[in-house]
Every structure is written in C-alpha cells, then in structure tokens.
C-alpha cells in the first residue's frame, strides 16, 4: 500500500512539473549604444516569467523586472536576462550587445600660452626698442582683429629669456570649437604708440576633435607658439 501510495506522489509530482509552461526570455534595450556614465534602460517582454536575473556584464546584477543601468567605463557589454518559471524549475535566457564610449568633450579651455621662438627686430632690421629688448604683451584675437583674452607684459625680453610663458589660473573657454584663433605679440611702448610684433596661428580647436589633445604649436611669422588647452563638457 505504502508502495502505490509513493508511486501517486510521484505521479502528480511529475504531472506538476511537467505542467509548467516553459518561460521565454525577450527584452530590448532603449540604446545599444552610449557614452560613459548614461543611462540605458531595459524592457522586459518575456513570455510566462515569474522572477528575473539581469547580468550586466560590468559584474553588476539586478532581479528587476525592467531595470536600467549605466557603465562607468567604456568597453562591449554583454547583457543577459534569465527568466525562471514559476518555481525555477525552468528558465531561458537573452543576451543584448551594448556598446558604450567614452563622452567626447564639446567644450576647450586655454591653460597656458609659450612662446619659443620670436623675432626681435622688425622689417627693417632695426630692434623694437632703442635701447632694451622688447616689452612684450600677448592676444588672444581672431580674423577680425577681436580681443578674446590679454596676458601680462614681460619687460626687456632677450633670447635668452625664452621660452616665455603665460598662465591661466582659470581655463579660459574658446566661445567657438569652430572659430580660427590667433596668439598676437605686440611691443608696449610708452608714450610712443605699440610695435606690432606678429601674430601665430592658427588655432581652431575643432582641427583637433579626434585625438583631442592637451598641447598644440604653431610657428607663423617667425614665432613659434604652443598653447596648452583642457578639454571638458
């Protein structure tokens, strides 16, 4: 008796097992790609699910039904939903590529102006000054002559004082990506009007939003300058 009464159990064990309907995993993503640090969410469109398990692919997890998740770095991410029947005794699984980059910067700040190389005569040959070396003063301009930015003025430069340098102890924002920018040097005279020196450049910040870097040089005129920038958002 003991025999066929184990023998039922296994019967409707069986049959309850064997009753429960196979879950189907699906789910889309609102991107497959993006940049560092935003968000993507996922929607859930399993078939006959009763809990979840979300495998990010960055070690991080999530039993949500529809969660969303961003990654801190770059890189191709593997999504995968696990979908558990009703008592986990079935499951399916999806997986989804996600592709994520680094955020491209879209704004550029200038740090810092040097100058290595500059004429110290004019056309004529003569020197800027009678009797010292030039007091030099930098701009930053462009094509139409307009003044963006002054740096100080550095009094009886010689050759020998290059390379000479001009700091911003508050980055200075390009108001263009797109606008050409030029470094101006001009001799402060006094009472005597200001010698133009020449100009270098120039700098168009947008030449450089592939490789993005932090130092640029230019040599026009005679002058040779490198400009160091930050890029940022």
Do not use: R
């Amino acid at each position: 008796m003991k025999n066929v009464f184990f023998f039922l159990i296994a019967i409707v064990s069986i049959g309850f097992y064997s009753c429960q309907k196979e879950p189907t995993a699906s789910f889309t993503a609102s991107k497959t790609t993006a940049t560092v640090n935003e968000t993507i969410s996922f929607t859930n469109s399993s078939l006959e699910g009763h809990s979840f398990k979300w495998e990010f692919g960055d070690g991080t997890t999530s039993t949500e039904e529809n969660p969303s998740h961003a990654y801190v770095s770059s890189g191709t991410y593997i999504v995968k939903l696990t979908v558990y029947s009703k008592k986990e005794k079935k499951s399916d699984d999806a997986t989804v590529n996600i592709t994520v980059t680094d955020l491209v910067p879209t704004k550029c700040y200038l740090k810092k102006v040097t100058i290595t190389a500059m004429p110290f005569t004019d056309g004529s040959g003569a020197g800027w000054d009678t009797y010292n070396g030039p007091d030099v003063f930098i701009e930053i301009t462009d094509a139409n002559n307009v003044v963006y930015q002054t740096g100080t003025t550095v009094s009886d430069v010689t050759s020998s004082m290059l390379p000479l340098t001009w700091n911003w102890s508050t980055p200075w924002q390009f108001p263009s990506l797109t606008t050409n920018y030029y470094v101006d040097l001009t001799d402060y005279d006094t009472p005597d009007p200001n010698d133009y020196i020449g100009w270098c450049g120039p700098f168009k910040m947008s030449d450089y939003m592939t490789t993005f870097p932090t130092t640029m040089t230019k040599t026009a005129n005679g002058i040779t300058i490198t400009i160091e920038v930050q890029w940022g958002n």
